[in-house]
């Protein structure tokens, strides 16, 4: 398996980085691991599957992106793009 930097993943899918960026604003946490855990019951999923969006190994589906926009709100939402 190839690891890629954030820069790389940044620039390979920048739909994942934007929506795992919306996601730590969404769920603050310390780590990576704190975020899963409170994010996860929110959209039915594991843990792990939180993991693989905030890392931009898998894409969101629209339901889930939708509740982190409703969640953040849309201005922040705009912010986060336009970076």
Known sequence: MQYFSQKD???????????SRM???A?????DT?????????FGVSPRQVQNWLQCRNDAGVG????????IGAETV???MGS
């Open 9 to 19: 993943m940044a620039q390979l899918y920048p739909a994942r980085m934007r929506f």
């Open 23 to 25: 996601l730590r604003r």
């Open 27 to 31: 769920f603050p946490g310390p780590s």
């Open 34 to 42: 704190a975020i899963a855990a409170k994010a996860a019951p929110v």
């Open 64 to 71: 889930n992106v939708l509740a982190v926009i409703a969640i």
């Open 78 to 80: 705009f912010l986060i």
